[in-house]
Structure formats: structure tokens, C-alpha cells
């Protein structure tokens, strides 16, 4: 958007938010809806409804173009892969659905934090272009049809909760083993989101104080010692791997996770070690976890489940046996998802039945 016209009589745009909004705009002569919104504190809703009328007022203009804050990435990179995503969605429809009126909604499952609110994915940690994006509001735009929007985490204790079977019965915690680590939780057979829809951030708890140096400022947290890439470098530095993966490449750093794995289920000796010592730390958060919430279960899951699964089921289960607490009233167990893979996706989908068919309202805002 660019700089407002002079001359123009601000009566003329009636009420305290349109001059608030403009206000913003002339500040800083470019703004997206979304910094926006985080500038004057009004809803995305209230901030698209201003916006159309200072456009029909001819008070400011859209840019072609924004960029995201500070990455210098465009944003039309974003649009094109939000496009992709919008196809995909149609895709699905046309192949799985007979009539398009079935569909009842689109649920997204995206890295935290979000902005349930607001329908934001607001900075995930290894999502370096994905800054404030509204990606409810985009899908919704493009698809019309009413969007959710919640943590992957989240949505996988949901998808759990309704296509688990037994594992998504009563209290756990979902326990998600991917690029990031993180917690979804089920008390009492409901899905819990906290205050603002963001809980399960347990990527930072500091399970070994003279680990590696995480980017949030302190060594040994729990979500930098799960990552491939710090398993790798240490599988290299005791001679597992050979020498010379590229760690900036993923697939590289897969590939070598991949074959820590297989050499670690072969035969005891120092992959079977880096491993199981990844299960210990795991399992210091499940304990904490379970003690603090009097859980009954942690369910496993995510992309790196199926490969650590031989290493943590025994690991994780002795450890707890040891260490939780109410051990003498109720017995905890550890079990690794039914839905394999696509629990995050089966999560997303099972967010609009919860929303649609759930006794208890849950507290995710929609966009219809
Ligand atoms: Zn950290």
C-alpha cells in the first residue's frame, strides 16, 4: 500500500479505526494487512474491512509486491507455494469427494507458534520465509470454504483422539519426533490447546546441560539434541558414519540418520548408544510431562518415529517404570501412533470433525 492523498478529508472515511489504520499506513508508507493488524492491535477481520474501504476511497493503493520482514524473500514466492497448497486441496476434493458440497471444511495443521486468532503462522523455527503469514485467511480466499487453522502437534493429539483406536482414549500426551520436536495433549478425552492454542512447546527444556548450543540461547535443550543433524555429527565424531556430510543439506542428513538407524538396530555398540541416549532425554520430558499432568500414556509419532521406534518403546517404558510417580495407583504406557505418517494430515482433517461434531465446543476460530 502506498502513502495516503493529500487533501482528502478524513471525515470522509468515518470512524476511529479507519484513522488508526491510516494513521499506520502513512508511518511507514508500506505495511501488509497482517503487520498491520499487529500494529494497531484490530483483528484481521476488522483490518480487511478497513482496508476495502480506504481502497474504495482511493486513500491508498495495494503494492504488487511485499516483502516478508527482514529475509528479503518475496512474498509471491509464498503466494505460489500457498497456491500449490490451494490446488492440492482441489485435487483432493475432486479425487475423494462426489460432491463438492459434502465438504464440510479444510483444517490446517502448521508448525507453532500460530496465531489461532488471527489465522497466523507466525514464525516457525525452521520455516525461515513463513513470517506472519495468513494462511487461513489465503485458503479460505482461494478454496471458499471455511478453514481451521491449529498447531501440527495439536492435531495430531486430535487425530490420535479420533482415529487412534485405544491410544487416544482418556489423558496422554502425543509425543511429535520430527525436524522440531513438540507435545499435543488429551486430558480427560478432550484436546487441550491452552490459551491462545499454542501449548506443547517443550522444545526447549534443558535435558543436557553441557549439550550443544541451541538458538535460543542455551545448551542441551531437548528439541536441538532430537535434531538428525546433531545425531549425525555425533555418529561421525564416534566413527559411526564417515566423515564429510554436508549437515546444511537435509537429505544428506536423512540419509545418514537413516543409516545411524539401521547400524544401531544391527548390534550394540556406539550408534545403538547415541540412540538410546536420545530415548533417556526424550524420556526425562515424558516424565515430567506425565508427573505434572497425571497422564496415563504417551503415544510416539511423527517422520522420525518409525525408524526410532525399535530404540525407544523399551527405553522409554523402564525409564518411567523408575520415575513416575503415581506408579503404585496406575500404570503409564508407551505407545507409537497407528496412523504412521500422515497422523499430522488425518489431525488436520479430524480438527473439522471436533469443530463440527464435538459435544464440547473446542475453541479453534474458524474463517467462513
Ligand atoms: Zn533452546
Redesign the pocket.
Known amino acids: 500500500m502506498g502513502s495516503a492523498r493529500r487533501g482528502t478529508n478524513l471525515d470522509r472515511v468515518g470512524g476511529f479505526n479507519d484513522a488508526v489504520v491510516l494513521d499506520a499506513i502513512r508511518r511507514t508508507e508500506q505495511l501488509s494487512r497482517v503487520e498491520l493488524a499487529e500494529a494497531t492491535g484490530l483483528s484481521g477481520q476488522a483490518i480487511s474491512n478497513i482496508t476495502r474501504r480506504l481502497l474504495g476511497a482511493g486513500l491508498v493503493r495495494e503494492a504488487g509486491r511485499q516483502r516478508s520482514n527482514g529475509l528479503g524473500k518475496p512474498r509471491t514466492l509464498l503466494e505460489a507455494l500457498i497456491s500449490g497448497i490451494a490446488a492440492s486441496i482441489e485435487d483432493v476434493i475432486a479425487e475423494a469427494v462426489p460432491a463438492r458440497d459434502r465438504v464440510v471444511g479444510v483444517g490446517i495443521a502448521a508448525p507453532g507458534p500460530i496465531d489461532v486468532e488471527r489465522g497466523v503462522v507466525v514464525d516457525p523455527p525452521n520455516l525461515a520465509a513463513w513470517h506472519l503469514v495468513p494462511l487461513r485467511h489465503e485458503l479460505r480466499e482461494r478454496t471458499g470454504l471455511p478453514v481451521l487453522l491449529d498447531k501440527d502437534v495439536t492435531a495430531a493429539a486430535s487425530a490420535e483422539k479420533w482415529a487412534g483406536g485405544p491410544n487416544g482414549r482418556g489423558s496422554f500426551v502425543f509425543f511429535y519426533l520430527g525436524t522440531g520436536i513438540g507435545a499435543g495433549l488429551v486430558i480427560g478425552d478432550e484436546v487441550v490447546r491452552g490459551s491462545s492454542s499454542n501449548v506443547g512447546e517443550i ?2 527444556v ?1 535435558v543436557d546441560p553441557d549439550g550443544p548450543l ?5 545448551r542441551g ?1 531437548v ?2 539434541t532430537s535434531q538428525p543433524r546433531y545425531l549425525v555429527q555425533q555418529a561421525v565424531d564416534a566413527g559411526v558414519l564417515a566423515p564429510g556430510i554436508d549437515l546444511d543439506d537435509r537429505h544428506a542428513v536423512d540419509a545418514a540418520f537413516a543409516r545411524l538407524c539401521l547400524v544401531a538396530s544391527e548390534a550394540p555398540g556406539e550408534a545403538r548408544g547415541i540412540v538410546e541416549a536420545l530415548a533417556e532425554r526424550v524420556a526425562k520430558v515424558v516424565e515430567d510431562i506425565a508427573n505434572l499432568l497425571d497422564l496415563e500414556r504417551v503415544v510416539f509419532g511423527g517422520p522420525h518415529w518409525a525408524q526410532l521406534a525399535p530404540f525407544f518403546g523399551d527405553a522409554v517404558q523402564s525409564a518411567l517404570e523408575e520415575r513416575f510417580l503415581v506408579r503404585s495407583v496406575h500404570s503409564f504406557e508407551v505407545a507409537g501412533t497407528a496412523l504412521g505418517a500422515d497422523v499430522g494430515a488425518i489431525g488436520a482433517a479430524s480438527l473439522v470433525l471436533d469443530q463440527t461434531f464435538s459435544p464440547n465446543p473446542s475453541v479453534l476460530v474458524g474463517e467462513r
Not at 541451541?214 to 542455551?218: A, E, L, N, T
Open positions: 522444545g526447549h534443558i541451541c538458538y535460543c540461547g542455551r535443550c528439541g536441538e
